[in-house]
């Protein structure tokens, strides 16, 4: 075989340098993506928790039951004591009482709420008992399309992040 010179044979090892430096931060980032996408699914089950699956509601005769939030119609009268989480969004009819709704929104100082203030599913009642009329179903609550939103977004994916797979490919 003839020789090579030594400048193509710099080029050859510079370039095989450089694709492997490409191959590893490639790697790199599709580790990241991945630990980011196990914390999103973990966000997802913890907002998924913070509503209850039971509801007390007001039934006909003035008793309470206890149902499937899911199984709540609009309109009807939910009964929360204090220390519990509220179970679906709804307008307040009876009580008043403080509510910690960082759960949800993020304040971190709790809101004190009286007839006619609106509660959201996955807060927190905090001093005292409060009646609230269903104004969302348990899958159109605002945790629920926050929840819908967090898994859409984390299913999309940037379109630069597209471009970049396309062209490796």
């Known amino acids: 075989f003839p020789a090579v010179p030594k400048p193509i ?4 090892n510079g370039a095989c340098a450089g694709l492997g430096m490409v191959m590893a931060l490639y790697a790199i980032a599709e580790l990241i ?11 997802i089950q913890g907002l998924i928790e913070l509503a209850p699956d ?9 008793s309470w039951r ?6 709540v119609l609009l309109g009807a009268v939910v009964r929360i004591r204090p220390g519990e989480r509220v ?3 709804g307008v307040v009819t009876e ?3 403080s509510v910690n709704q960082a759960p949800v929104t993020g304040e971190s100082i709790p ?3 009286t ?3 609106t509660v959201f599913a996955g807060t927190i009642n905090e001093t005292a008992e409060l009646q609230f009329r269903v104004t969302a179903a348990a899958s159109d609550t605002t945790l629920a399309r926050i929840i819908h939103a967090v898994e859409e977004a984390q299913q999309t994916r940037a379109p630069t992040h597209v471009n970049t797979q396309s062209s490796i490919a």
Request: aromatic share 0%; net charge negative; charged share 35%.
């Open 33 to 43: 993506e991945a630990k980011a996408a196990d914390r999103a699914r973990n966000a």
């Open 9 to 12: 044979i710099a080029a050859i």
């Open 54 to 62: 039971q509801s007390d509601v007001r039934q006909d005769d003035g």
């Open 66 to 71: 206890t149902v499937p939030s899911k199984e």
């Open 95 to 97: 009580g008043n009482s």
């Open 111 to 113: 809101v004190d709420k």
């Open 115 to 117: 007839t006619g203030d």
């Open 87 to 89: 179970p679906l969004d």
